[in-house]
């Protein structure tokens, strides 16, 4: 029985070996070539120069993914292609202990396939894994911190002390991949315990607790401190670290403490525009016309019918429940209290810690529906069989339509593109608001000033209107000046670029205006 339980063994990872090289070259064919919002140029320009005062890129300096994608600049000839393959080769990687992770936590191996399936049908997760951003890579060591301490965990013989120890160490330097992600920290609680549990006695678990703290502080400094080098020292880094951490949660990181909305709407955005909408339907929004809005919201009921059975009480009675519940729950309620008070809730890349857990528990779900319908007759296997395929291909066929339009230019780049072939760089101003991170990378020759006041943007023409023929705007500076803009009526829209809000949460619509010269003169006369 043994034999046959390791042989299963070896040819599921044989399996999942050969889906994973196929995933990691499809997503090398689609990989992001642009560097499409703020952020990916910082990850950009780090490869160019790293040096965290310039934003190039901003704190905490994310040195591992910069690192990796280092090394792999040489081969892609590109900085945005490096940063891109390092998320493919991440992604194709987590699959590995993600299926450690079903195993542990879907009751049978055809569920833990299923939940693999869903994982790599993911739009969200696909579309995470081809871009130059630091999510997927992230996203891939705490897989492997989880799947680590779970397997772990679930030894007969385990060593408690090591397995805190390693975790710990392995959290240190997670944080120098996605310090955002700190929350999941929270799991090390669980040996933690149950050492104190089993130890008995304060002296020997202080004892364990120091070595555990010395690990993470030796995982940490391993990054930390060659980061903060970079800018002088750890002084001058965490005095860094402090003022973006302060605007971050105060003016433009879109947080609950800077957000004008009320709590409980950014707890709904976040449960139902940006989980069951974007994460598990893989869509920005729910489609207006009925015959696409149907099918949608059915995918989207039957994965929450098998979470709502995946946690019943009675799903998690027997041998090692108590266990799963508890580690689930560490793993997904800090990151999820996180999210909600710390994150913008524009951007479902922020709840992508959250996602392979609902994803597992829909598939633990569905196993456990599908045995009460079927029992033990197997004549009605097809039934199941019929209900998954109805999960998979709708993500799949999704999947594709987002990574094909992926490999258009995202709205941002078409402008910055559209600006250079239409105006000369001399004489030209466009306002903008973080596009402007597009123009310093694709078209440095051209002035550019990031606004959003209205009285700033009246004193910069009168000082700027003498050496400048052509001042442009963005809806995104037009937008900020709020509806009562004096001159709205006066600019003209000169172009319009849009794409699939999916991708592009913020910046899928960019509209261009100019401001006509009968404009930049009432503003002279101080109409």
Known sequence: MRHIRSTLISVDYALLLLVS??????????????????????????????????????????????????????????PVLALSWTSAAAGSLALFPFFALARRFVPTRWGAWLAVLLFAASPLLSLTFVQPMSEGLGLAGVLLLEAYLL?????????????????????????????????????????????????????????QLFITG??????????????AATEGGLLPFLSLGV???????????????????????????????????????????LPLSFARRVPALLLAALQLLFLTISLLPR??????????????????????????????????????????????????GFVQMSGWITGRRIAQVWL?????????????????????????????????????????AQGTLTYTWEEQRLFDYYAPDYATERLQSYPYFVQSVLLRSPTVSRILL?????????????????VREVARFAADPFLYPTYHTVILYELPAEAIAEIKAGK
């Not at 710990?168 to 700190?182: E, P, Q, V």
């Not at 010395?214 to 980061?227: D, Q």
């Not at 209900?387 to 995202?410: D, F, M, N, S, Y």
Request: charged letters at 10%.
């Open 151 to 207: 397997t772990a965990l679930c030894q007969p013989n385990r060593n408690l002390l090591g397995l805190t120890s390693i975790g710990a160490l392995l959290f240190g330097l997670l944080l120098g991949i996605r310090i955002s992600y700190f929350p999941v920290g929270v799991l090390l609680f669980l040996p933690l315990a149950l050492m104190y549990r089993e130890k008995k006695s304060m002296p020997g678990f202080f004892l």
């Open 315 to 364: 799903a998690w009675r027997g041998q090692g429940g108590r266990m799963l519940l508890a580690f689930l729950l560490l793993a997904v309620l800090p990151y999820l209290a996180w999210i909600l008070l710390g994150q913008n809730s524009e951007k479902a890349r922020h709840l992508l810690p959250i996602l392979p857990w609902v994803l597992l528990l829909a598939a633990r």
């Open 21 to 78: 090289i196929a995933l990691f070259f499809v997503r090398l064919h689609v990989a992001g070539p642009y560097a499409e919002n703020w952020d990916a140029v910082d990850f950009t320009l780090a490869l160019h120069r790293y040096d965290i005062f310039e934003m190039q890129p901003h704190f905490p300096g994310y040195p591992l993914y910069i690192l990796l994608a280092g090394a792999l600049l040489p081969l892609s000839g590109d």
């Open 384 to 424: 199941p069989a019929l209900i998954a395929l109805l999960l998979i291909v709708p993500l799949a066929l999704r999947q594709a339509e987002v990574l094909h339009a992926h490999l258009a230019p995202p709205p941002a780049k078409q402008l910055v593109d559209f600006v250079k072939a239409r105006y000369p």
């Open 474 to 490: 963005t809806n995104a500076v037009v937008d900020g000046f709020g509806p009562d803009f004096p001159l709205r009526a006066n």
């Open 243 to 285: 003022a973006f951490t302060s605007g971050h949660f105060t003016d433009w990181g879109g947080t609950e403490f800077s957000s004008h909305l009320g709590w409980w709407h950014i707890a709904a955005i976040w449960l139902w525009d940006r989980l069951v909408v974007n994460g598990l339907l893989g869509l920005a929004q």
């Open 214 to 227: 010395c690990l993470f502080l030796a995982g940490l400094a391993a990054w930390l401190l060659p980061t």
